[in-house]
Nanobody, 128 residues
Framework: QVRLVESGGGSVQAGGTLTLSCTSS????????MAWFRQVPGKEREGVAS???????AYADSVAGRFTISRDNAVSTLTLHMNDLKPEDSAMYYC??????????????????????WGQGTQVTVSS
């Protein structure tokens, strides 16, 4: 059975730091493009960052330079280190695995429907 479980969310003041983790099992984590998405009520789920099986990462313009995505294939764990958090970063954050065994590939655009497995989400709230 496939499981992805996020943790690490919480409430912080603007300028603060949080690190999110996603532990997973039941699928080929080491061969999968992994990504973080986020969603606020009334808005579409948006891609935040992705990382290929070999560790090459990509970021949405809104978080580039502040967030770092990484993975540890040995323990099937995805992380998102968030620096200089802003109120507009407040959202439910989800980790997800792409539907394909992509190996050293991730799509340029992160489309929700292209990701097969999802965690339950972890809430991040950034106050002014």
């Amino acid at each position: 059975q496939v499981r992805l479980v996020e943790s690490g969310g919480g409430s912080v003041q603007a300028g603060g730091t949080l690190t999110l983790s996603c532990t997973s099992s039941g699928y080929a984590f080491s061969s999968s493009c992994m990504a973080w998405f986020r969603q606020v009520p009334g808005k579409e789920r948006e891609g935040v960052a992705s990382v290929r099986a070999n560790g090459i990462s990509a970021y949405a313009d809104s978080v580039a330079g502040r967030f770092t995505i990484s993975r540890d294939n040995a323990v099937s764990t995805l992380t998102l280190h968030m620096n200089d958090l802003k109120p507009e970063d407040s959202a439910m954050y989800y980790c997800a695995a792409h539907r394909f065994l992509s190996g050293n590939w991730c799509p340029v655009l992160l489309i929700e429907g292209d990701f097969a497995y999802w965690g339950q989400g972890t809430q991040v709230t950034v106050s002014s």
